[in-house]
């Protein structure tokens, strides 16, 4: 059974730093890409980051470009997300998502498996 786990969430003052980690396992995911997505209250959840099944290719929301730096370890199945100059406005539950195809796509309808999320809250 497929078990996606993120972990590095919690309490961060603004333009602080948060290093989000995701372990993928029950399955072999080294040629699919992967992403986090967010979810703050009342809001529709939305794409952060993704990485391809290489880990050369990255795409961005313009929210987290210049901020955020997404990459994989392809050897321990794991995605990491390096968040960086943190805004009260990045405060959500960010879910860690396994695609189903090698490259990025932006709608969660192209992954396949998501973890249980880790929150993130920024007090200004």
């Known amino acids: 059974q497929v078990h996606v786990a993120e972990s590095g969430g919690g309490l961060v003052q603004a333009g602080g730093s948060l290093r989000l980690s995701c372990a993928a396992s029950?399955?072999?995911?080294?040629?699919?890409?992967k992403a986090w997505f967010r979810q703050a209250p009342g809001r529709e959840r939305e794409f952060v980051a993704g990485?391809?099944?290489?880990?050369?290719?990255?795409s961005y929301a313009d929210s987290a470009k210049g901020r955020f730096t997404i990459s994989r370890d392809n050897a321990n199945d794991t995605v990491y997300l390096q968040m960086n100059s943190l805004k009260s406005e990045d405060t959500a539950v960010y879910f860690c998502?396994?695609?189903?195809?090698?490259?990025?796509?932006?709608?969660?309808?192209?992954?396949?498996?998501w973890g249980q999320g880790t929150t993130i809250t920024v007090s200004s």
């Open positions: 990485v391809d099944w290489s880990g050369d290719i990255t």
């Open positions: 029950g399955g072999t995911f080294k040629h699919v890409a």
């Open positions: 998502a396994v695609g189903k195809f090698p490259g990025i796509y932006t709608s969660h309808l192209h992954y396949d498996y």
